[in-house]
């Protein structure tokens, strides 16, 4: 088991639950550009990220003027933050569904606090906590490469699906 244990929610049971989890909880807030904050989010505060793209779930997808897609700079900033939400006992994780972007983050997370070889198990981790969780699969090939993982995180959600 990794320390901390890192959960994947939607906005709505953000706004519900933040208040009640203390101060030592590490809030990732993602939503898009410009998008509310839950109750509770302290941009100042160092447990707290927010990072802002939209929900693009297909890299081929013709995107609209406005519309900021998961990129790998988005990841590298949940990398270099992670050290500073690894002391937290809680890694909180939101998005507006709490299905992609939330859980693609919570899945990232534990691989980067995982040994290589141990992805199937992050992914069933955030599985567990969240059944209904469809990781986006461009921030976890993103991640895969940065993390250098050489597939396995891709190769887990595939797995995922047939599981």
Known sequence: MI???VVARSLPEAND??????PRCAI?????????TPYGFQA???LHLRLEFHDIVESDLILDAGVVPPGPAHVAVLIKHATILRTAKLVYCHCNAGISRS????FILRCLWSAPGEEGA????????????EPNRILVGFADELLGRKGAMLAAL????LG
């Open 3 to 5: 320390s901390p244990d």
């Open 17 to 22: 639950e933040i208040m009640t989890l203390g």
């Open 28 to 36: 990732v807030s993602i939503g898009e550009p410009g998008a509310p």
């Open 44 to 46: 100042m505060n160092p």
């Open 103 to 106: 859980t693609a983050v919570a």
């Open 122 to 133: 992050a992914l069933r981790a955030v599985l567990d906590d969240r059944p209904r969780a």
């Open 158 to 161: 595939d797995q995922g699906k």
